[in-house]
């Protein structure tokens, strides 16, 4: 496993065209570094998100997948001694340029965890969140949004009657749509999911994975996930990282039918991992 | 090829020998018996303060002893023991009573009998041995009277002298000597109303104008006209006031003079007589004519004083309601200020606070200050705030008082934050413990919806960790309720003449000295002068404190269970 990476990234060989979306990309992730302390997480990263496709990040554990995506919403900026270098661009905007708004970028890129992590609070509450932070207390206005997120989120018809029961209550099925309901309330552009049915059971996971193709076009979906077929179901792009750098990008067929790299197809066809 | 292998195991699951140490028998057990041996405790703790607190009021027979050298007395048996008797004494007894003495190993039995009459005999409590006594009655004649000063007096009413007409027919004393003594004590109750309200009202008057003389005296820059005008002013106040006290002082003394003519003769069982005002007399037991319900009586009545009425000779009768209001001002004072000090403090060090050396330092300072000894708060408090603080304060808005101290001295206010200083220890470390436990999940979802860190803080942390903020806060409060050492030296008094909170303006007067139970406690059962008289009173007050301390944590611990039903279901 240690042998060295030789792949460059960039180069021809490894990065073909994705599938591309209707407008130009809407990040752009530009010779992406990281460094937790000493230690270097991501090398170099350069790829383009494209607008309304869903992209999966593939690979295995410690690759850097979840970081990369942490990095995207400046989610990473509470860990102590953390270092990057180069850009990543929302619509051409550096977004760790010191003068942006970190809560205003974060209200562009809603996130979904690994675990459903609900407030304490009641289902309305919960889902009305984002925008009660922002100084909206206009009963319509909530009422709107809840009922909208709720119903992108494929949640409306399960909760509509006990709004008000706490959430805690909830499977963790529904408690993972309602995350998914609370990152849409705040009108986002991207949505960023860090393994979303990794709690999940099948039954639940596979209500997720509707909810994404539901949700393609609307949003910008990058989804990290550990589930090959998953990612084949609900992707247009892959990437595939391995050890912190990105090996292959393209389009989710091709990665998984005809991948250019070796390690690529010992990864998707579950040689190692 | 495996099977075999499992076949050929001549291992055995029925094990005969097993060894204790390994499976941990011997540390269940030593961990039980410590949990066995805490709870006895407890529970011995509990019982005993009940039990001596709830019988302490409850009035027993009163004999009349017929001693064998001749003497009458008589009294309210307490408690009894064996004890050896005196090689001495014993050579003394007669041959029969040293044989029986002997019979029994040397021991003899003796009961304490609560006599009373301390004006007469110098002393309340006797012991008597069992072998003295030549025959015992219980005659429905005797009576125990509480008296105002004095304490009890136990013998026998003799005479009644209500308006110079005297009444010494029994069947008629006891017709009577009811409804005189409520009589009385409306009588007192108004005579005290006058004394304490009114003439302490014109006193607070008159205080009032000096003070204000002497505020407009020290004026820098004041002309001589000013200071006649300010002194005329002071002059007439005074004088109006001064008639107005004058008023007062003659319908006191015309309300005494009449309270004079309303006597009683009591006679103890030897028939020394006693004359008095029947005002003095706060209650009458005829102990021995008593149903069971006519002592539960006397118990409720007892108990009642015990919780509304003002403590008298000194501290060991009477009630402690005062000790009781000032326990519960000065907790409640202490967690208004504890609280968002402790919880704010916490919130710093656990969300804000770069974790590094400093932090672990300060978190190790804070983890000792808990282990400090109550005593040097104390000293710190009065030296820092009442000496400094309140020496400042007092320069600077209590000028004209100096240079009797207002905040300048121990008080209410002070005492507060002694112990505020004293528990912050304890609700840091548990609401970082609190903090702690809320996932970081929690913090994370919030942020990625655009909350800032305060709304995080604000609407998810804060709530998710209330429950445990409050168990840290129920902690300190039970443990500034009942520390004492530290309040000897900031506030608390053997008896405060006002209370803390009264309609003057301010109402709450934090520079106030207060009583306080734990102190009570101290100062009844080891600094009085009588210690067996102060008993009752330091098991009932100690039952007292304990439920006190009982009732506010359990309110607090509903308010911590609302509070959780409430962020569990959640509101903004």
């Known amino acids: 496993m240690a042998e060295p990476v030789s792949f460059q990234p960039g180069s021809e060989k490894t990065f073909y065209h994705p599938q591309k979306g209707a407008d130009p990309p809407i990040l752009e992730i530009d010779r992406f570094n990281l460094w937790y302390g000493e230690k270097q997480a991501l090398f170099d990263n350069t790829i383009t998100v494209e ?36 850009e990543v661009r929302l619509d051409g905007q550096n977004i760790f340029d010191p003068q942006v708004d970190v809560i205003a970028l974060r209200k562009r890129m809603g996130m979904v965890f690994q675990k459903p992590n609900p407030f ?69 552009e991207v949505l960023l999911m860090d393994e979303p ?70 990864y998707v066809t579950g040689r190692f991992g | 090829m495996r099977s075999s292998t499992i076949s050929s195991s001549k291992r055995s699951v029925f094990e005969t020998g097993c060894n204790l140490t390994a499976q941990g028998e011997p540390f269940v057990w030593s961990m039980a018996g410590g949990l066995a041996i805490g709870i006895f405790m407890i529970v011995a703790f509990l019982v005993l303060i009940l039990w001596n607190g709830l019988v302490a009021f409850y009035p027993g027979p009163i004999r009349l002893l017929h001693l064998k050298n001749g003497r009458v007395m008589a009294g309210e048996p307490i408690r009894s023991e064996l004890y050896r008797i005196d090689p001495q004494k014993l050579g003394q007894m007669s041959e029969e009573a040293r044989r029986m003495v002997m019979d029994r190993g040397g021991y003899s039995r003796r009961w304490l009998y609560k006599t009373g009459n301390f004006d007469l005999y110098n002393d309340d409590y006797r012991w008597v ?17 509480e008296r105002r000063e004095w304490g009890p007096f136990i013998g026998t009413i003799r005479m009644l002298k209500i308006d110079g007409k005297e009444i010494s027919d029994p069947s008629e004393i006891v ?233 300048g001295t121990g008080g209410l206010l002070w005492s507060a934050l002694t112990l505020a200083l004293l528990t912050v220890p304890v609700v840091i470390v548990a609401t970082e413990e609190a903090l702690s436990a809320v996932p970081d999940s929690l913090r994370e979802g919030s942020l990625a919806c655009g909350a800032s860190r305060w709304q995080t803080i604000k609407y998810v ?63 009844v059962g080891f600094q009085s002068r ?11 007050t100690t039952l007292i404190l304990v439920g006190m301390i009982a009732v506010l944590n359990a309110t607090a611990i509903f308010v911590r269970n609302r509070l959780k039903r409430k962020y569990m279901t959640g509101h903004f």
């Open chain 2, 129 to 145: 041995d069992d072998d003295d006594i030549e025959r015992m009655e219980t005659p429905d004649d005797l009576v125990m009277v």
């Open chain 2, 175 to 407: 017709r009577r000597i009811d409804d005189e003594i409520q009589l009385a004590c409306a009588r007192f109750e108004a005579i005290r109303t006058i004394e304490r309200d009114r003439i302490g009202d014109v006193n607070h008057r008159m205080e009032a104008a000096r003070l204000a003389l002497r505020k407009e005296l020290m004026k820098p820059n004041v002309g001589a006209a000013e200071r006649e005008a300010a002194q005329a002013r002071h002059d007439q106040e005074m004088a109006e006031w001064k008639e107005r006290y004058q008023v007062l002082e003659r319908e006191v003394d015309a309300r005494k003079a009449e309270d004079s003519r309303f006597r009683v003769v009591l006679a103890d069982v030897e028939g020394r007589q006693k004359e008095m005002a029947i005002s003095q007399i706060v209650r009458r037991i005829p102990a021995n004519g008593l149903t069971t319900a006519g002592r539960l009586g006397v118990y409720a009545d007892r108990w009642w004083e015990l919780v509304s009425a003002e403590p008298r000779e000194a501290n060991t009768e009477g009630g402690i309601f005062p000790a009781i209001f000032g326990t519960f001002v000065m907790t409640m004072l202490m967690v208004v200020v504890v609280a968002p000090f402790g919880v704010m403090a916490a919130l710093y060090l656990r969300e804000y606070a770069r974790q590094g050396l400093l932090v672990s330092s300060v978190r190790v300072c804070v983890n000792n200050l808990a282990g400090v000894p109550s005593i040097v708060y104390g000293v710190f408090g009065l030296g820092f705030f009442a000496y400094t603080v309140g020496g400042i304060v007092d320069s600077l808005l209590f000028a004209e008082k100096l240079p009797n101290p207002t905040f």
């Open chain 2, 461 to 523: 942390v804060l709530p998710k960790a209330m429950p445990g903020i409050l168990t840290g806060l129920i902690l300190a409060m039970a443990r500034g309720a009942g520390e004492v050492a530290p309040l000897m030296l900031v506030g608390v008094v053997k008896l405060a003449p006002e209370l803390p909170i009264d309609g003057n303006f301010p109402f709450l007067h934090l520079e106030r000295s207060f009583m306080h139970l734990a102190f009570h406690i101290f100062d």
């Open chain 1, 120 to 188: 304490p609070m009641s289902i309305f509450d919960n889902v009305a969140y984002p925008l009660k932070v922002d100084g909206v207390r206009d009963r319509n206005v909530l009422r709107e949004t809840v009922e909208r997120s709720l119903q992108a989120a494929a949640l409306w018809e399960e909760v509509k009657d006990r709004l008000k029961d706490n959430a805690l209550g909830m499977s963790g099925g529904q408690q993972q749509r309602l995350c998914i309901a609370r990152a849409i309330a705040a009108d986002p």
């Open chain 2, 530 to 540: 009588n210690s067996e008289a102060g008993k009752p009173m330091v098991f009932v």
């Open chain 1, 197 to 266: 049915c990794s709690a999940l059971d099948p039954l639940a996971t596979s209500k997720i994975e509707d909810l994404i193709n539901e949700l393609r076009g609307r949003y910008t979906i990058i989804i990290v996930t550990h589930n090959m077929q998953q990612a084949a179901r609900v992707s247009d792009n892959t990437v595939f990282m391995y050890l912190g750098r990105i090996i292959e990008y393209g389009k989710t067929d091709t990665i998984f039918t005809k991948p250019r790299n070796q390690r690529t197809q010992d």
């Open chain 1, 51 to 86: 607008k309304g496709l869903v992209t999966a990040l593939v690979g295995p554990s410690g690759c850097g997948k979840s970081t990369l995506l942490r990095s995207l919403n400046r989610m990473n900026d509470l860990i102590e001694g953390l270092r990057i270098a180069g």
